[in-house]
């Protein structure tokens, strides 16, 4: 089970903000994050707790081990305006955290 | 160029059936893993089935179990999702999506668009 934190958050351009997802047993790095966009796809960001996909722009960084894991948004834009789930990648089911949605004041 | 098309969706009474399908192009199918994930309105993504390249698995989420079944047809380059006994809770947008894996785990590097599914009477 995967368990993020905060469930939302509002904050302002060019803040650093931080959303948590925590699992139930150990899983090492096998820890994915997604941004969501109203009306698209989900979009992959990060693989393996801190590789960042090609493409994602280097505000976005993660970390963590084990249980706990940390998606960061380093200077929040306006289009980071989304909902962000992290998943355990290690073996199915692939299941992902509650969501995060973060919206810019 | 990769490309995911779904299609299948639609209007549903409870208890019935469904079969989703997602035909792929401009990567190698017959190599990779894919996934189903579905978006239910005013909650999360859920992660729904997989299956490998050569068919093997499949797996399943526990919520679909029993009544859900993935399968996949190289030749035709196309994965599906038979749905049977239908609940409202399965009301849903169904992504398919290539399913990487390596040693650092799996991951959904590409989506498709999405195809809706609504069950009510």
């Known amino acids: 089970q995967m368990t993020q934190s905060p469930s939302s958050l509002s904050a302002s351009v060019g803040d650093r903000i931080t959303i948590t997802c925590r699992a139930s047993?150990?899983?090492?790095?096998?820890l994915n994050w997604y941004q969501q966009k109203p009306g698209k796809a989900p979009r992959l960001l990060i693989s393996?707790?801190?590789d960042l996909q090609s493409g994602v722009s280097a505000r976005f960084g993660g970390s963590g081990s084990g249980t706990d894991f940390t998606l960061t948004i380093g200077s929040l834009q306006p289009e980071d305006s989304a909902t962000y789930y992290c998943?355990?990648?290690?073996?199915?089911?692939?299941?992902f955290g509650q969501g995060t949605k973060v919206e810019i004041k | 160029e990769v490309q995911l098309l779904e299609s299948g969706g639609g209007l549903v009474q409870p208890g019935g059936s469904l079969r989703l399908s997602c035909e792929a192009s401009g990567f190698t199918f017959g190599n990779s893993f894919m996934s189903w994930v579905r978006h239910a309105p005013g909650r999360g993504l859920e992660w729904v089935s997989g299956i490998t390249g050569p068919g093997g698995g499949p797996y399943l989420a526990a919520s679909v179990r029993g009544r859900f079944t993935i399968s996949r047809d190289n030749s035709k380059n196309t994965v599906y999702l038979q749905m049977v006994s239908l609940r409202a809770d399965d009301t849903a947008i169904y992504y398919c999506a290539r399913t990487h894996y390596d040693a650092s785990g799996y991951y959904h590097d590409y989506w498709g668009q999405g195809t809706l599914v609504t069950v009510s009477s």
């Open positions: 393996a707790a801190s």
């Open positions: 998943q355990q990648s290690y073996s199915p089911p692939l299941t």
């Open positions: 047993l150990s899983i090492t790095t096998y």
